[in-house]
């Protein structure tokens, strides 16, 4: 989402954005949780680094976001704790 505000001779332009703040490779597991924040711009197996832009926040504040946040794996077992990521197509910029 941009904003535009025109004045004479200078236009600003303003975006909202989702921003990494780690370093490594983005999870499908961390992209779950930030696809219901707003439209994604990467997808998983990229590399992140920090201030990168991941996506469009759907509020009007820009968000810093863990992007390579991994899954806890442990030895426990539970009836639907496993879940199957379902993510949508990442916007091409």
């Given at each position: 989402?941009?904003?535009?505000?025109?004045?004479?001779?200078?236009?600003?332009?303003?975006?909202?954005?989702?921003?990494?703040?780690?370093?490594?490779?983005?999870?499908?597991?961390?992209?779950?949780?930030?696809?219901?924040?707003?439209?994604?711009?990467?997808?998983?197996?990229?590399?992140?680094?920090?201030?990168?832009?991941?996506?469009?926040?759907?509020?009007?504040?820009?968000?810093?976001?863990?992007?390579?946040?991994?899954?806890?794996?442990?030895?426990i077992r539970a009836a639907g704790k496993e879940k199957?990521?379902?993510?949508?197509?990442?916007?091409?910029?």
């Amino acid at each position: 989402m941009c904003y535009v505000i025109f004045q004479p001779d200078v236009i600003f332009v303003y975006s909202i954005e989702q921003i990494s703040m780690g370093y490594g490779s983005i999870t499908a597991h961390a992209l779950m949780s930030l696809e219901a924040r707003g439209i994604l711009f990467v997808s998983p197996g990229l590399e992140s680094y920090d201030g990168m832009i991941i996506g469009e926040h759907s509020r009007d504040t820009d968000l810093d976001v863990n992007s390579v946040r991994a899954k806890e794996l442990n030895n426990i077992r539970a009836a639907g704790k496993e879940k199957n990521v379902k993510l949508s197509h990442p916007r091409l910029v």
